[in-house]
T-cell receptor, first 113, second 115 residues
Framework: AQSVAQPEDQVNVAEGNPLTVKCTYS??????LFWYVQYPNRGLQFLLK??????LVKGSYGFEAEFNKSQTSFHLKKPSALVSDSALYFC???????????FGAGTTVTVRA | DTAVSQTPKYLVTQMGNDKSIKCEQN?????MYWYKQDSKKFLKIMFS???????INETVPNRFSPKSPDKAHLNLHINSLELGDSAVYFC??????????????FGDGTRLSIL
């Protein structure tokens, strides 16, 4: 079985401040990990993924995520948030032996000017 | 040049009716998916097809029936619509066999409202 937890329903930050969105996962084997972003009335957009190798993954729009195997975490980060980063963010995991992608409940990010 | 397109974007209908949602992708992907997003934004996989073969069939009512006429199209037919079917339905596609590390590309959703 596989699952994802996003412990924060909402994250609020001021523009220019660092942004972190937390994610922890559970899989029986080795994971593929993904972050997606959803803007209002739109589908999910892929931001970045972890497959193997370097624990720090860089993605679109200045986002990055750090894979931590011992803590089973894959937190999303951005050094300097923009108002336009305000959206709903989903973490997702797939066990390498599974077809299904399991999503977290989502975290709403609000960046205030 | 929309990558994954769904029609219709909005669907408002009466309880008990039958409706279909269509999805097409022009990315050359082999695998397509249907997801349901409820009012709390939870995303749940419903079905997945790889090269017209059903590979994921989650526990959904058998009133929902997917059909894949070719690998670029995946349609969703819903019989005897119920109030609880109100949600946003997303189509997605990806390279490969459905497993693996390829990201999924999503359409913009079909907002289904049952009166």
């Amino acid at each position: 079985a596989q699952s994802v937890a996003q412990p924060e329903d909402q994250v609020n930050v001021a523009e220019g401040n660092p942004l972190t969105v937390k994610c922890t996962y559970s899989v029986s084997g080795n994971p593929y990990l993904f972050w997606y972003v959803q803007y209002p009335n739109r589908g999910l957009q892929f931001l970045l993924k972890y497959i193997t190798g370097d624990n720090l993954v860089k993605g679109s729009y200045g986002f990055e995520a750090e894979f931590n195997k011992s803590q089973t975490s894959f937190h999303l980060k951005k050094p300097s948030a923009l108002v336009s980063d305000s959206a709903l963010y989903f973490c997702a995991v797939r066990d390498r032996n599974d077809y299904k992608l399991s999503f977290g409940a989502g975290t709403t990010v609000t960046v205030r000017a | 040049d929309t990558a994954v397109s769904q029609t219709p974007k909005y669907l408002v209908t009466q309880m008990g009716n039958d409706k279909s949602i269509k999805c097409e992708q022009n990315l050359g992907h082999d695998t397509m998916y249907w997801y349901k997003q409820d009012s709390k934004k939870f995303l749940k996989i419903m079905f997945s097809y790889n090269n017209k073969e059903l590979i994921i069939n989650e526990t959904v009512p058998n009133r929902f029936s997917p059909k894949s006429p070719d690998k670029a199209h995946l349609n969703l037919h819903i019989n005897s619509l119920e109030l609880g079917d109100s949600a946003v339905y997303f189509c997605a596609s990806s390279h490969g066999t459905g497993g693996g590390n390829q990201p999924q590309h999503f359409g913009d959703g079909t907002r289904l409202s049952i009166l």
